[in-house]
Nanobody, 125 residues
Framework: QVQLVESGGGLVQAGGSLRLSCAASGRILSYYDMGWFRQAPGKEREFVAAIKWSGGSPYYAESVNGRFTISRDNGKNTVYLQMNSLKTEDTAVYYC??????????????????WGQGTQVTVSS
């Protein structure tokens, strides 16, 4: 069993930055590849970024590539999402999750099993 807790969300103006954190407890996070997803009101949950258990091979959605950076500190059992040049369309609840599959990183919601409760990110114009 893994418990995930996201933090770092908030209200920011367009062009600004936020850093989200995802702290894990219950099991060692280094066992898992990890992903970040987001869900805006009235929309389906969508993939944002993922990272291998080792910290390698970061993988991004096209909409955030070049603006967001995923990283992890296995010693702190924490995964991060640095978000720069934020746009109003980035407004959503952001979730971290553990990838239960083996092999390449996945952008599919169903490939992830443990989820946090989410943290709200609101970008104003």
């Amino acid at each position: 069993q893994v418990q995930l807790v996201e933090s770092g969300g908030g209200l920011v103006q367009a062009g600004g930055s936020l850093r989200l954190s995802c702290a894990a407890s219950g099991r060692i996070l280094s066992y898992y590849d990890m992903g970040w997803f987001r869900q805006a009101p009235g929309k389906e949950r969508e993939f944002v970024a993922a990272i291998k258990w080792s910290g390698g091979s970061p993988y991004y959605a096209e909409s955030v590539n070049g603006r967001f950076t995923i990283s992890r500190d296995n010693g702190k059992n924490t995964v991060y999402l640095q978000m720069n040049s934020l746009k109003t369309e980035d407004t959503a609840v952001y979730y971290c999750a553990t990838d239960r599959t083996v092999g390449p990183l996945s952008r599919i919601v169903g490939a992830y099993d443990y989820w946090g409760q989410g943290t709200q990110v609101t970008v104003s114009s």
